[in-house]
């Protein structure tokens, strides 16, 4: 047997592109109809009750060990805000954490590992719950910073936005 004939081929590549394409179509759609239900969820939270206070905060001559022991082991949190004379001064996540090699923990304070507040990527308290879903979509991070007027005044978190969409999603039959 030889290869198939050329038109034969032809159909075949052009069957599979359509396939190709109507699979992207159904995606999109799917996509879009979820996009529209999250934002119908999310609309009717405002971001000042959704979001926690600015805790657990750790000094910043705390070394990146004390705080892992106490913060991150202690209290489950996957991340802590750093504070100097009472002002939030930026935000260590398991990633800087990580960075640290384990027998360097107990040496390294956890102000050289931070992101500065000014690094920080927030939204504004006036902001929609729904905005701050998409921007922790786009910058690919698990927490966002909320701000009001300079300073931080609370922290939205994935784990926040999981459970008000589940307890949502829970109360529709209700």
Partial sequence: MGDPPRASRSALFNGLWLVFIGWFLLSAARGSA????????????????????????????????????????????????????????GLVTLHQVRTVAPGERSKTPVRAIMLDREALVTVPLHASLWDAFLRMGEEGIAQVPVEHEGRLVGVLTRARLQAIMQNRHDLAGA
């Fill in 34 to 89: 979820i996009h529209v239900l999250m934002e119908r969820a999310l609309g009717g939270v405002s971001l000042a009750a959704a979001m926690e206070p600015t805790q657990p905060l750790v000094d910043a001559q705390s070394s990146v060990d004390e705080a892992l022991q106490t913060v991150v082991l202690g209290q489950g949190s996957r991340y802590f805000f750093v504070q100097d004379a009472g002002q939030v001064i």
